[in-house]
């Protein structure tokens, strides 16, 4: 309980470690063995931890000592290793400087992850680009079950250094959002609401939070 008097909540980074693999454990264990001069692709839908999985990379090589840079629906100056979120974002401008990058940092040995929400050759971009981005490694990003979406918020509530009781859980699984994001940003709402209240989480509260995320969501 020591946390909710303090009212002190540590820091969440993504990282590879705290990503629940679920059936994406080849995934996975590409990210972690990236050699210089290789791309990958993660294609799959909204909020199937797309972006948790760049920004882990993107740290994971800023801890060895190498320059890594993040970006979402924009294309980032060339580093060490780039990672461009929401391909699918870019405009035409973009996409010619995505391609004027991925050659570059195949040239120069540099990393290049990129994420969309289909396959290279299903998105609506350039032709030469689609056919850049497939050469490299492709792979879907498969959304967890209820059982490893348990798992990962005990992890992250874990993480975050509060008490999650199974029923609270179920609760969130069965009448939350589905994608796992949406569940985690619930679950950080409901932590620092206990840390107001200086109570356990419950689902009492979790009600309470719940509704108050509807209500903001409603149309004004």
């Known amino acids: ?66 320059d890594a840079v993040y970006a979402a629906g924009v294309v980032p100056p060339a580093a060490q290793m780039v990672a461009v979120d929401e391909v699918e974002q870019l405009d035409d401008a973009a996409q010619i400087e995505l391609f004027a990058l991925y050659n570059r940092q195949r040239e120069n040995g540099g990393l290049l992850l990129v994420s969309g929400t289909q396959a290279p050759a299903f998105l609506q971009l350039r032709d030469d680009l689609r056919t850049r981005l497939g050469w490299g490694l492709v792979y879907q990003l498969h959304a967890l079950n209820d059982e490893e979406k348990t798992e990962a918020l005990r992890q992250h509530a874990h993480a975050r250094g509060f008490g999650l009781p ?43 939070v719940m509704m108050l995320e509807f209500a903001t969501r409603q149309p004004e």
Not at 26 to 55: C, N, Y
Not at 167 to 187: F, N
Not at 188 to 208: F, G
């Open 1 to 66: 309980m020591s946390q909710m008097l303090l009212g002190i909540a540590p820091d969440w980074i993504p990282s590879l470690d705290n990503f629940v693999a679920g059936r994406n454990a080849e995934l996975l264990a590409a990210l972690r063995d990236m050699a210089g001069g290789s791309s990958v692709f993660i294609w799959g839908e909204t909020g199937s931890g797309k972006s948790h999985l760049l920004q882990a990379a993107v740290e994971r090589t800023r801890a060895s000592g190498l």
């Open 166 to 208: 199974p029923e609270v859980t179920t609760y969130l699984l069965r009448h939350g959002r589905r994608d796992l994001p949406a569940l985690l940003q619930t679950l950080n709402a409901l932590d620092e609401h206990c840390l107001r209240l200086k109570r356990a989480a419950s689902v009492p509260l979790l009600k309470e």
